[in-house]
């Protein structure tokens, strides 16, 4: 049965109860109505003939009462109900003195009169001559002791009420076929919402989703309802839309991770739990005898072209690794293929493990060493004619030393390409994201570039932790020693990370001894890197309390034999210890030493939610040993770490041979205006052109593009711009001989060129080769370019930059004729007075904000300010709040404490650029 059905027959029965309800009420009540009425007028007629007949009885005797009551009876039939009357008077006990159907004196057999003088009350129901009837009666003495009954049939006094009845049911019957009709009516009306309902309902679970509930009628509970509906379909789009572009990046991602597999000089394996593998790459699918990796999937290694002893072996291995769960790491195997042919190799297997930490199967690598050890299964059975073959050895050495910088170069040759390869599209992706972010003012699009952009940085954060780790082992690591403002560098690293201690609603303490010099001879670039990595690891790991970050000096002695400071003029020297205690999981007694080795980490990441490479700390211990010190860990497991670090004879420099203007001297970056120039971009891909282009695009610029070094020489030559951004890795020509070749021709060879490329891993022996006035490194930043432009191009710089404390110009410029020209037009406030009123009562304000670095509220006061400068038609305050502004969205703490600096020196020179006009 349909719900509509269901609806007309639930109502149907409803009116039926509640009008048999109101028919049976009414039935009863007039009943109840009709009789009492009745019983009221037979009482008052009885009353009124007892009256008329004693009064006859005491004038005139019997007799004459009699002829009166057959009068009163004959009445009796005028009445509308007591047609059926019958009145009759009794001498009690049974003499009649009056009845219609007895004579007077008769003894009257009627056994319902000894009924009437027992009964209480004064009616009753009998039955005479099997009529039911219906008697009033009364009693008097007068002189004998008469009884007096009224009686009609009982039919005839409930006739009125049977005439009322049929009246009633009359109008039951025509409300309930009325309310029937509206009932349905309204029915029918809310089915058929119900049905587009279900109709839009079922093309949602066809797949429709451009399916909408239209038109919605009413605001009341289906009304909602459809509009829930339509809400939650548009959510399911959008959902679906989201979930598509979320799946592209997860697709890019893995066709990433498989050109970097593809592309690792290793074979690189993994199976499950049955020792069927699940994967490889393609080093490996090749030298297993099969075209792709995809081949290898759903096999074992005795479907692989080995022997049957070898597989067995195999499996061995595998199943003792994930039984033990722990890793075999660089052991040799000898093993036998199908033919009878032997090999060796050096492999690494460890344990893979789902996310609840049981092991599902295995991660293998495997690198084939047959020829070196037929190498040295040669050396060992010509190590007992040393003599003879001593000219042999040399030579096999030599060619084993050739070997070996071979693989050393191939490995550095790898690195770079991989750096150069993953550099290259990570600058499309970072610097897109970059202009995306100041373009997108959706919240939940701008989430989405924050995770693009956090995880390209993570990304570049491993490249640059691997190339380290390289360098480092092949030595080419340098330090370079200079002035370093010691609390400076910790504040920034304070003020870097900042924004996840917040988030993670944990407390960061900073704490100096306070006769800690203010400046020490180190290497800054490096000492940050350690400061990052122990910092970011306590944060990480980290997930209530505190990270306290302490700063002192334990001694101040004589320069030790040895030390290389790298002023060799320095006298004084002190040990510097800094320590980084956090609340975190803490680290076993027995991993501590592993903690600092290349790709290792603690037993409990692996299963925990933190990831990383297990670079930093490495690199971290190599770069402290480096700078003359040690690195320690102590703690508990479960109550946090204290990373210590002590870095020995560290030289204090003569104050006066710091340059500590020069030292503080910084630029704000986006108060550069360029003046009009024109730049050839050389790069052989389309998207850095863009980036670039989109970059500078606010700039009054001309560009000029060349996809290869050939054109852009040829452009160069026609065009003669002003400078070149030239790629090194190009097609057809190089940057390298293009570089050389303008700079070996008379009108170009003055053209600044700033070398633009991903290649890291020898960075000044690139600049020195290829003869480049600037560098920048792929991925580049807005910031980076500007800043390396501004070194080569004219410009000039409209929001004030401190120097020193106390010196401030509206407007700084290369051209100081062109400022001169300008200050006057640019400066002209409306109600210079109150300006300066209103800008000195926000100096409490800037005084807090410069104490508590709030970026929210210093979002708001840069907005606020720069509202001001418009109320009062100034440009120097209108362009201030919109560079802090700026700078606060996207956290860069430098340039915010550069802008807030500028604040007080800013109404110092509104006060003096007035007093000097006379303005009050």
């Known amino acids: 049965m349909k719900i509509a059905a269901k609806l007309n027959l639930f109502s149907i029965i409803i009116l039926m109860v509640m009008t048999a309800f109101v028919f049976t009420c009414g039935i009863f009540i007039i009943n109840k109505f009709v009789y009492k009425f009745h019983e009221h007028v037979l009482r008052l007629e009885l009353e009124n003939m007892q009256h008329q007949i004693v009064a006859v009885l005491e004038k005139s005797g019997t007799k004459a009462a009699s002829q009166v009551a057959a009068g009163l009876q004959d009445k009796l039939a005028e009445h509308q109900f007591m047609k059926t009357g019958n009145l009759f008077i009794i001498e009690l006990p049974d003499r009649v003195v009056f009845h219609k159907d007895y004579m007077p004196g008769d003894r009257a057999e009627l056994p319902f009169i000894k009924y009437m003088l027992n009964y209480q009350s004064s009616s009753m129901e009998y039955t005479y001559q099997a009529v039911p009837r219906y008697a009033f009666f009364t009693t008097i003495h007068s002189p004998q002791k008469w009884l007096f009954c009224l009686s009609v049939q009982k039919k005839e006094l409930y006739e009125e009420s049977l005439k009322y009845m049929r009246i009633i049911i009359s109008i039951a019957l025509i409300i309930f076929c009325i309310n029937a009709v509206i009932v349905s009516i309204f029915v029918n009306r809310f089915v058929k919402r119900i049905k587009i309902t279900l109709q839009c309902i079922s093309r949602i679970e066809k797949g429709d989703l451009e399916a909408r509930i239209q038109p919605i009628q009413s605001g009341d509970e289906l009304g909602l309802l459809q509009k829930g509906i339509n809400s939650m379909i ?135 060493i047959t020829e070196c050890k037929k190498t040295e299964e040669e050396l060992r059975r010509h190590r007992d004619n040393l003599e003879e073959l001593v000219q042999e050895r040399t030579a096999e050495m030599l060619i084993a030393k050739e070997q070996a910088e071979a693989s050393s170069r191939a490995k550095s040759n790898f690195l770079t390409n991989m750096s150069h390869e993953i550099r290259t599209p990570m600058n499309a992706i970072l610097g897109f994201t970059e202009i995306l972010a100041a373009q997108v003012t959706k919240s939940q699009h701008q989430e989405y570039l924050s995770i693009i952009q956090t995880a390209g940085k993570t990304l570049l954060e491993i490249i640059n932790d691997i190339l380290d780790i390289s360098r480092i082992e092949a030595g080419k690591l340098n330090l370079y020693w200079k002035p370093v403002d010691i609390r400076n560098v910790f504040i920034n690293i304070q003020q870097l990370f900042c924004k996840n201690i917040e988030k993670k609603g944990l407390k960061l303490i900073l704490e100096f001894e306070p006769d800690l010099p203010v400046y020490l001879i180190l290497d800054e670039v490096r000492l940050r890197q350690i400061l990052f990595n122990l910092v970011g690891n306590s944060v990480k790991f980290t997930d209530f309390g505190y990270i306290k970050i302490s700063v002192k000096q334990s001694c101040s002695h004589g320069l030790e034999d040895g030390f290389d400071s790298g002023r060799d003029e320095y006298r004084n020297i002190t040990d510097l210890v800094f320590s980084v205690e956090d609340t975190g999981i803490g680290i076993p007694e027995d991993e501590r030493g592993l903690i600092f080795e290349v790709f290792e980490q603690q037993e409990k990441q692996r299963h925990y939610k933190h990831g990383g490479t297990g670079l930093g700390l490495a690199i971290s211990k190599h770069l402290v040993s480096m700078m003359g010190g040690t690195i320690s860990v102590t703690g508990e497991k479960g109550k946090g770490s204290i990373f210590t670090v002590v870095l020995k004879n560290i030289v204090i420099p003569d104050p006066c041979e710091i340059d500590i203007k020069k030292e503080n001297k910084k630029i704000n970056l986006d108060s550069i205006i360029f003046n009009k120039a024109k730049i050839l971009i050389a790069d052989d891909l389309q998207d850095n052109r863009e980036i670039l282009k989109e970059y500078l695009k606010i700039y009054d610029f001309d560009f000029i593009e060349a996809e290869n070094g050939k054109i852009a020489v040829k452009l160069a030559k026609e065009h003669l711009p002003d400078i070149i951004i030239m790629d090194i890795k190009m097609p057809v020509m190089n940057g390298n001989d293009a570089v050389r070749i303008l700079k070996s021709y008379k009108k170009t060879s003055k053209i600044p060129v700033i070398a633009f490329t991903a290649m890291i891993m020898n960075v000044d022996k690139n600049k020195n080769k290829i003869m480049c006035d600037g560098y920048l490194i792929k991925p580049v930043t807005r910031n980076e370019l500007i800043k390396e432009l501004a070194r080569f191009l004219e410009h000039t710089r409209e929001v004030p930059e401190i120097s020193n404390p106390g010196t401030y110009n509206c407007l700084h410029t290369n051209k100081d004729k062109t400022a001169a020209a300008n200050i006057h037009e640019f400066e002209k406030p409306e109600h210079p007075a109150e300006l300066i009123h209103v800008l000195e009562e926000n100096l409490e304000k800037w005084q807090y904000l410069f104490r508590t670095f709030s970026i929210s509220e210093i979002q708001n006061f840069a907005l606020e300010l720069k509202e001001t400068g418009r109320l009062y038609n100034y440009q120097p305050l209108i362009i201030w709040g919109e560079n802090l502004f700026s700078q606060a969205l996207i956290f860069n703490m430098d340039e915010i404490r550069i802008i807030m600096e500028q604040f007080p020196d800013l109404i110092d020179q509104i006060k003096q650029l007035f007093s000097k006009t006379g303005h009050k």
């Open 234 to 368: 548009d959510k399911i789009q959008e959902r679906k839309i989201e979930q598509q572009k979320a799946r592209q990046t997860i697709q890019a991602s893995r066709e990433m991770l498989r050109s970097i597999i593809d592309n690792i000089p290793v074979s690189i394996f993994w199976k499950n739990k049955n020792s069927v593998f699940t994967g490889c790459n393609r080093q490996f699918a090749v030298a297993s005898g099969f075209d792709s990796p995809e081949d290898i999937i759903g096999k074992t290694d005795y479907d692989l072209n080995w022997s049957k002893e070898s597989a067995e072996y195999f499996r061995i291995v595998d199943q003792r690794v994930m039984d033990n769960d722990k890793p075999e790491l660089h052991y040799e195997e000898t093993l036998y293929k199908a033919d009878g042919e032997q090999r060796h190799s050096e492999t690494n297997k460890v344990p893979l493990h789902d996310s609840q930490g049981n092991v599902v199967g295995i991660l293998g690598t495997s690198e084939d």
